[in-house]
């Protein structure tokens, strides 16, 4: 079966860097987009970063030019690289695998921003 594995959660300090890791299986991951999503508590999951099949990227507003998101199709994971982390960063950051009307998700790493 189709498995997603984040990995990279922590805790951090408001200021520091984390780098998430999301590993794929089963599935041809280059003809997939790739996308990491977050939820933080009492919240909805909301789209964080998004890499398509052909590289282009897309981020939510609230991380733009603090998170970067990068895929290795010879290695079938994704990162999210992200700076500047700040206590809204505080979430689940999820790894999402879409193509059409398909879409695969892992079970989440915590990311903790707090001094």
């Known amino acids: 079966q189709v498995q997603l594995v984040e990995s990279g959660g922590d805790l951090v300090q408001p200021g520091g860097s984390l780098r998430l890791s999301c590993a794929a299986s089963?599935?041809?991951?280059?003809?997939?987009?790739m996308n990491w999503y977050r939820q933080a508590p009492g919240n909805q999951r909301e789209l964080v970063a998004t890499?398509?099949?052909?590289?282009?990227?897309m981020y939510a507003d609230s991380v733009k030019g603090r998170f970067t998101i990068s895929r290795d199709n010879a290695k079938n994971t994704v990162f999210l690289q992200m700076n500047s982390l700040n206590a809204e960063d505080t979430a689940v950051y999820y790894c999402?695998?879409?193509?059409?009307?398909?879409?695969?998700w892992g079970k989440g790493t915590l990311v903790t921003v707090s001094s």
């Open positions: 999402n695998a879409r193509n059409g009307g398909i879409a695969y």
């Open positions: 089963r599935i041809i991951f280059s003809d997939y987009a």
């Open positions: 890499i398509t099949s052909g590289h282009i990227t």
